[in-house]
Structures are given as structure tokens and as C-alpha cells.
T-cell receptor, first 114, second 111 residues
Framework: DAGVIQSPRHEVTEMGQEVTLRCKPI?????LFWYRQTMMRGLELLIY????????DSGMPEDRFSAKMPNASFSTLKIQPSEPRDSAVYFC????????????FGPGTRLTVT | AQSVTQPDIHITVSEGASLELRCNYS??????LFWYVQSPGQGLQLLLK??????LVQGIKGFEAEFKRSQSSFNLRKPSVHWSDAAEYFC?????????FGKGTHLIIQP
């Protein structure tokens, strides 16, 4: 079975550009999460969707970040405009259960903003 | 508020020796408990999970963890480590506020 799929795996962009990260969750999972990981701040939850609806976006850093889940098999995280401090590894995870259940992580997208 | 604490930032173990990584939780009720491993350049992989029942949980890659309610702990163990076990290990607790991760323990394996 395919796990969580993320694309691209690596993204290098210049400050001010728009960046879109993509995620395909595990089929049948009804919860989806976006995380950001840096050495300084560790693993941070950005947003949580349940049944395609955003439930908790309190971790989204600012208005430059937005996330959508148009259907059960696809989600995007967009940064516009990007800044060097957005450089991090972004993970998508999905879960078969509700808030607090185990999550299955994708391989991540390493974003570098120059 | 719920929290998960991993007291050890780094642990160094010789190859073939036993391993124990510590995890403590603070929750109003017994949470779901998890251990994840992250190898360099990879995502987090679920090693094992505890929901209820037997307090000793077996996971993948030869790992096990024991839930001790009296100590609010969920320590990860392996009887004999391999060089390939070198990675970052995260303990997680699931509850009303979602899944909370500890800050991780970096495991170094000495030859």
C-alpha cells in the first residue's frame, strides 16, 4: 500500500515567490495534518483537517500561509510570498481516526528560500 | 494542558548493548501513546502505539515500550541495538488537544 505521498521532495525558490506543496493522504484516512520541522523549533503542527474541513489552523504562522483540501485525496499548502525564514522541512501526515490518533507521515518536502 | 517530555536530548549506546529511551506524559486521562523514529532525510515512522490493555507493547524493528501509569511513563526499549538504529526518536501522546510530540532523543550508536 502506498503511504502518504508528498511532492515535490525538494524545492528551492527565491524570496517573494509563491510555493505550493502537495500531499496525497493514505486512502481511507479522514484526518490530514501539515507540520513544519526546523532545527530551532522542532516539529510544529500548522493545520489539521478532518473530513476535508480545516479544524485547527492555529499553528499557521501568518497570512502568507494557506492550506486547502478540496477532496479526500489531495491537499495543498501554499506560501505566498515566501521568505528565507520559511526554509524548513514540511511534512504531511494522515490518520485513520480522530484528533489524537496515530498519524502516518509522508517523506517531507525540503524547502529552501534564498 | 497535555504534554510529553523526553528528558534526554542525546543518548549514546554501543552496538549490541541494550537501549532505553525515556518518555513522560502529563494528561488528564490516559492518553494514546506512540513512539516514532526519524532517520536522516526521512519522515517520522510509527514504531508502536498504546491505546489500552496490555502495558507492554511490541513494535516494529524489535522495539517494545512499557506503559507505567504510576510513573506517567512510556519508555522505549530494545535488547540489542544495531548501527541502523541511529536516528531521532519521538514520543507522542494523543488526547483532547490532538497529538503532542516530545522534542526528540537523538540516538548515537558507537561501534
Amino acid at each position: 500500500d502506498a503511504g502518504v505521498i508528498q511532492s515535490p521532495r525538494h524545492e528551492v525558490t527565491e524570496m517573494g515567490q509563491e510555493v505550493t506543496l502537495r500531499c496525497k493522504p493514505i486512502s481511507g484516512h479522514n484526518s490530514l495534518f501539515w507540520y513544519r520541522q526546523t532545527m530551532m523549533r522542532g516539529l510544529e503542527l500548522l493545520i489539521y483537517f478532518n473530513n476535508n474541513v480545516p479544524i485547527d489552523d492555529s499553528g499557521m504562522p501568518e497570512d502568507r500561509f494557506s492550506a486547502k483540501m478540496p477532496n479526500a485525496s489531495f491537499s495543498t499548502l501554499k506560501i505566498q510570498p515566501s521568505e528565507p525564514r520559511d526554509s524548513a522541512v514540511y511534512f504531511c501526515a494522515s490518520s485513520p481516526g480522530p484528533w489524537g490518533y496515530e498519524q502516518y507521515f509522508g517523506p517531507g518536502t525540503r524547502l529552501t528560500v534564498t | 494542558a497535555q504534554s510529553v517530555t523526553q528528558p534526554d536530548i542525546h543518548i549514546t549506546v554501543s552496538e549490541g548493548a541494550s537501549l532505553e529511551l525515556r518518555c513522560n506524559y502529563s494528561y488528564g486521562a490516559t492518553p494514546y501513546l506512540f513512539w516514532y523514529v526519524q532517520s536522516p532525510g526521512q519522515g517520522l515512522q510509527l514504531l508502536l502505539k498504546y491505546f489500552s490493555g496490555d502495558t507492554l507493547v511490541q513494535g516494529i524493528k524489535g522495539f517494545e515500550a512499557e506503559f507505567k501509569r504510576s510513573q506517567s511513563s512510556f519508555n522505549l526499549r530494545k535488547p540489542s541495538v544495531h548501527w541502523s538504529d541511529a536516528a531521532e526518536y519521538f514520543c507522542g501522546g494523543g488526547g483532547a488537544d490532538g497529538l503532542t510530540f516530545g522534542k526528540g532523543t537523538h540516538l548515537i550508536i558507537q561501534p
